[in-house]
């Protein structure tokens, strides 16, 4: 888990066209878990990862065209560091929510052939996780259900 404090931030504007190098940095910001500060302006907690996955992605940035540059700050009140922490962990939450109501309806449907499921939301659970830089009660909870999920499923085999 990553501490509170100092963030890295990335500021990046790209070119409206073509418009794949945009859909492309979204994508990988989204997969990132970033919290949104602005219009082209991100931030994600402070660790050795983060800043070289937003450094990798202000260079594929300047590559097609477009400005970006990294800075590492801290927001200037504990209130707006809870409430960034709270809007990725919110977020996050989600996330795992999708996970439990989708392991708890596979485990339902009587047919048990889950198999592929279970692997899928196993695969979700890992990309979730890592990043979760401020874990809610539900990953402990979609942890739960996925398990029951593969539980069910061996006693099915049994």
Do not use: C
């Not at 800075?71 to 990725?88: F, M, V």
């Not at 659970?125 to 009660?137: G, H, K, N, T, V």
Request: no cysteine; aromatic share 6%.
């Amino acid at each position: 888990m990553v501490k509170v404090g100092r963030w890295v931030l990335l500021a990046y504007r790209l070119p409206r066209e073509p418009s794949a190098p945009r859909l492309a940095a979204w994508r990988k910001l989204k997969r990132l878990g970033v919290a949104q500060l602005g219009d082209g302006l991100v931030a994600l907690p402070l660790d050795s990862r983060n800043r070289e996955q937003l450094e990798w992605l202000a260079d594929e940035v300047s590559e097609v065209g477009g400005d970006a540059s990294i800075w590492i700050g801290q927001p200037a009140t504990l209130g707006q560091e809870r409430d960034l922490a709270a809007a990725l962990q919110s977020e996050i939450a989600g996330q795992y929510r999708a996970v439990v109501a989708e392991a708890r309806a596979a485990a339902a449907d009587g047919r048990r052939r889950h198999r592929r499921t279970l692997a899928r939301l196993r695969r979700e659970l890992e990309r979730i996780r890592r990043r979760d830089y401020f874990p809610p009660p539900e990953r402990e909870e979609a942890k739960r259900a996925v398990e029951a999920l593969a539980q069910q499923l061996e006693e099915a085999v049994a």
